[in-house]
């Protein structure tokens, strides 16, 4: 069945890897991520945002990543399969997954006042283990728009507070702002893209060997974005968090990171091609069955040369 983080952080934290944390809405990209796992023999983290129930169904996303689980073993290799609940804004709603089957959850505290946060992450954290799941929570704030709420700058992770959110709210693992943010569009044209790790180092110095957790962690390559723009599209300037940095952070306590964009810039790439190439054609498995694939080979080359998740499973 579905597992929960906390066995497969506390390896990732010791083995300098981070697990991926792939966001899904469909069929199509839960397929790609099980392939690219399995392949890789990789861990994984299914991510559920309140966007994607909303646009998917909460009953059908559970029975899929539940479904997962046995279609990894017809693939060849059972991997280790988490559903997360991506910001997770109430404790009802965290409740209403842990009802609903998933293994961890994300309460998104980080735009409360700090004590407030406390409390609500304690709240979830309280009711989370009662049912063995485990429960990511956040301190500071992303620029762009998280939950709804949208920031001009990043309010970067107080390193000070820490020690105390992790004590005063038994959380399994901490979602940290260093300067990565959601969406393509994380740096500005001519500003050099560089996360602050030198916040994390000063983080990993007050909980060391606590999990850290990375939002907003798409690459954007411009490869991508470049077969969007020839095929019709109309993106501009988009840039995204650098590999090396990435690959960096992965080999401190970072131990998931969070990929969303990248997913969305790859099937668009795809399917942007076909009906360019191919306009008569209308049986949606000719171009999402292309897309799937383009996205499968961005997961297994993330999990390998990225995040160091490839044969940890
Ligand atoms: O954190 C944002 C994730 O990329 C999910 O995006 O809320 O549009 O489903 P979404
Ligand atoms: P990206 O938009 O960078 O893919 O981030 C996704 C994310 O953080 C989901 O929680
Ligand atoms: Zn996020």
Same mark, same amino acid.
Request: proline share 5%; glycine share 8%; with cysteine.
């Given at each position: 069945?579905l ?27 839960l397929?790609a991520i ?16 309140s ?28 991997i $280790? /399969? &988490? +559903? @997360? ?6 404790? #009802?709603?965290c409740?209403?997954?842990?009802? =609903? %089957? ?13 004590d ?34 949208s ?10 507070e ?14 940290i ?19 602050r790790?030198?916040i ?10 606590? $999990? /850290? &957790? +990375? @939002? ?6 411009? #490869? ?6 020839? =095929? %019709?599209g ?11 940095q ?19 810039l790859?099937?668009?790439a795809?399917?942007?091609k ?9 049986d ?30």
């Open positions: 069945g597992v929960n983080t906390r066995e497969l952080f506390a390896k990732a934290v010791t083995g300098g890897y981070a697990l991926p944390a792939y966001n899904f809405n469909n069929l199509e990209q397929q099980i392939q690219a796992c399995v392949e890789t023999k990789s861990p994984v983290i299914l991510q559920v945002s966007g994607a129930r909303k646009y998917a169904n909460q009953t059908l996303l559970r029975y899929m990543a539940q479904g997962a689980v046995q279609y990894a073993k017809e693939l060849g290799y059972a $280790p /399969i &988490v +559903l @997360h609940l991506d910001h997770g804004d109430t404790y #009802e709603l409740q209403s997954c842990i009802e =609903y %089957g998933f293994s961890s959850v994300m309460i998104d505290g980080s735009h409360h006042a700090y407030e946060n406390v409390a609500l992450t304690k709240k979830v954290v309280e009711y989370a283990h009662q049912h063995d799941v485990t429960v990511e929570g956040e301190l500071g704030v992303l620029a762009g728009v998280e939950d709804e709420v920031a001009e700058t990043h309010t970067y992770t107080s390193p000070e820490v020690e105390d959110f992790v004590r005063k709210t038994g959380v399994d693992s901490l979602a702002s260093i300067g990565t943010s959601h969406g393509a569009f994380k740096f500005k044209p001519g500003q050099k893209p560089q996360i790790l030198d994390l180092a000063e983080i990993e110095k007050r909980i060391p060997g606590f $999990p /850290i &957790v +990375l @939002h907003g962690s798409s690459s954007v390559p411009p #490869e991508y974005v470049d077969l969007i723009n020839k =095929y %019709g109309k993106m501009e300037a988009a840039i995204g968090i650098p590999e090396e990435l690959r960096a952070a992965a080999k401190s306590a970072v131990c998931k990171i969070n990929i969303d964009s990248d997913g969305r790859a099937m668009t795809a399917v942007r076909v009906f360019a190439e191919k306009p008569a054609e209308f949606p498995r000719k171009y999402l069955g292309p897309a799937r694939d383009l996205l499968k080979e961005l997961y297994k080359h993330k999990n390998i040369e990225v995040l160091g998740s490839a044969n940890r499973a």
